[in-house]
């Protein structure tokens, strides 16, 4: 059996994850295709269309993660098959969902620009980190969904947080 390395990409899962819209939207666009902290640069990456997204109400903004989220598992189910690898690193649709759903309480309560790098900062942070479940979705939560899946956690925990922290400054 082949062993397949989760980390690097070769020139044929490059081709064939570049290949299709699904494998572009599941590598957030390229910034999954950095050769290193892939989850970070799309992290990164999701912020500069946050910055548009921001402008919806939230009547509007809550359909359009559903949708992100729904896009997500259809593209990181078909990316994965492609790679061969369920939940590659390259796959970073995740993290835009999870950052977007993040930066949420900045639409409720708007703060100073440095409470987008305190969103930024706690989504990567629950996003390693895995406290339960977000650890537990990863291991037992397979294909596009269980790419999606911890990271929407992960966004929900960090805007918990980020909401925590806006209420104490107003």
Not at 64 to 74: D, E, K, N, Q, S
Not at 134 to 163: E, P, R
Request: aromatic content about 10%; proline content about 6%; overall charge neutral.
């Amino acid at each position: 059996m082949i062993e397949i390395d989760r980390k690097k990409l070769t020139p044929d899962q490059r081709r064939r994850l570049l290949a299709s819209p699904a494998g572009w939207l599941a590598c957030g666009l390229g910034s999954g295709l950095a050769p290193v902290a892939q989850g970070t640069f799309g992290s990164l990456a999701a912020i500069l269309p946050w910055l548009a997204l921001r402008q919806l109400a939230l009547p509007l903004y809550v359909p359009v993660l559903v949708l992100a989220f729904a896009l997500g598992v259809w593209a990181c189910n078909i990316a994965g098959r492609a790679l061969g690898v369920d939940d590659h690193r390259s796959l970073v649709w995740d993290e835009f969902v999870g950052q977007w759903l993040a930066l949420l309480p900045l639409l409720v309560l708007p703060g100073p620009w440095w409470m987008i790098a305190l969103g930024f900062a706690l989504f990567r942070l629950f996003d390693v980190w895995k406290p339960w479940p977000i650890g537990w979705l990863d291991g037992h939560m397979k294909g596009g969904l269980g790419v999606m899946i911890d990271d929407v956690v992960a966004g929900i925990y960090a805007a918990i947080v980020l909401a925590v922290a806006l209420a104490l400054m107003h």
